[in-house]
């Protein structure tokens, strides 16, 4: 049974860095086309992808906030952190973490619930 | 960037199909995955690979892929379906979601 659970501030003041992890059970991110990717969600908006990184530690961000993003996976302790820096208001979302496994144009099969991020000072 | 375009609402009677769009430029070239999302939920996989369904997930739900549009379509929509319902895709080396469609069963 592969379960996911995010953990991490739920409130954080603008400029600061935020650090999630991803804590996953039910498979292992050192096993052959298995990833883990973030996902976010804006109160009343659409998913929004920040990154990826997968079993054999290749990595993918999104474009927009690249610069911003840093995905790492600690596989012994089964987890996925993902940095964001210089936090604002409107990164204010959920933050989902999700498992994919396969080739080429993944999909996410398994999520978790989900942690919810505020941006305020 | 890669942009998926989906009608923002959709409504449908119970029993109709409803029909969900994603169109986005050679779409048809992509491999489509779709998503439901209640409120208050994390979104489920519902399609993969343009036509896939995972185990779980009725028959109802179909999906197809050809040109600049793929479809997500929902027969005998029921009650339970009412949800937003988003596309992914990859472009490059990184993936998109669609807007969302928000499915309102009348």
């Known amino acids: ?121 | 960037s890669y942009v998926l375009t989906q009608p923002p609402s959709l409504s449908v009677a119970p029993g109709e199909t409803a029909r969900i769009t994603c169109g986005g430029d050679k779409i048809g070239s992509k491999s489509v995955h779709w998503y439901h999302q209640k409120p208050g939920q994390a979104p489920v996989l519902v399609i993969y690979s343009d036509s896939d369904r995972p185990s779980g997930i009725p028959e109802r739900f179909s999906g197809s892929n050809s040109g600049n549009t793929a479809t997500l379509t929902i027969s005998r929509v029921e009650a339970g379906d009412e949800a937003d319902y988003y596309c992914q895709v990859w472009d490059s080396r990184a993936t998109v979601f669609g807007g969302g469609t928000k499915l309102t069963v009348l």
């Not at chain 1, 929004?48 to 290749?58: C, G, M, N, T």
């Not at chain 1, 959920?94 to 941006?119: I, K, M, N, P, R």
């Open chain 1, 1 to 121: 049974q592969i379960t996911l659970k995010e953990s991490g501030p739920t409130l954080v003041k603008p400029t600061q860095t935020l650090t999630l992890t991803c804590t996953f059970s039910g498979f292992s991110l050192s096993a052959r086309g298995v990833g883990v990717g973030w996902i976010r969600q804006p109160p009343g908006k659409a998913l929004e992808w920040l990154a990826l990184i997968y079993w054999d530690d290749d990595k993918r961000y999104s474009p927009s906030l690249k610069s911003r993003l840093t995905i790492t996976k600690d596989t012994s302790k089964n987890q996925v952190v993902l940095t964001m820096t210089n936090m604002d208001p409107v990164d204010t979302a959920t933050y989902y973490c999700a498992h994919s496994v396969g080739f080429g144009e993944l999909f996410f099969d398994y999520w978790g619930q989900g942690t919810v991020v505020t941006v305020s000072s």
